[in-house]
């Protein structure tokens, strides 16, 4: 699976973006998919998350009410569509496919996108 996010860019506090992670392959609607995120100095954290099968969904309390992650199986997209941004959002996000729901959120995806970034100014 290979994986291409697009969609980062520079927002003002309590604006929105839409991100969005196209896979590649035919199985695709198999996989969990999860985003991360880096900020400058800091590791990488969990973002968000939802799983195939059920199409749960995951999210770090720093952003619950703020992100939502939703999938597409048809376009093999995945999208992370963040609401009222804060200058802490500031990162490098990444998406990332893993058959594991579990291994996706504790970060051990296999396969990880090239990263998107994401400014919030204040």
């Known amino acids: 699976v290979q994986l291409q996010a697009s969609g980062g860019g520079l927002v003002q506090a309590g604006g929105s973006l839409r991100l969005s992670c196209a896979a590649s392959?035919?199985?695709?609607?198999?996989?969990?998919m999860g985003w991360f995120r880096q900020a400058p100095g800091k590791e990488r954290e969990f973002v968000a998350a939802?799983?195939?099968?059920?199409?749960?969904?995951y999210y770090a309390d720093s952003v619950k009410g703020r992100f939502t992650i939703s999938r597409d199986n048809a376009k093999n997209t995945v999208y992370l569509q963040m609401n009222s941004l804060k200058p802490e959002d500031t990162a490098i996000y990444y998406c990332?496919?893993?058959?594991?729901?579990?291994?996706?959120?504790?970060?051990?995806?296999?396969?990880w996108g090239q990263g998107t970034l994401v400014t919030v100014s204040s």
């Open positions: 990332a496919a893993d058959p594991g729901l579990s291994t996706v959120v504790r970060g051990g995806a296999n396969y």
């Open positions: 392959g035919r199985t695709f609607s198999r996989y969990c």
């Open positions: 939802i799983s195939w099968i059920s199409g749960n969904t």
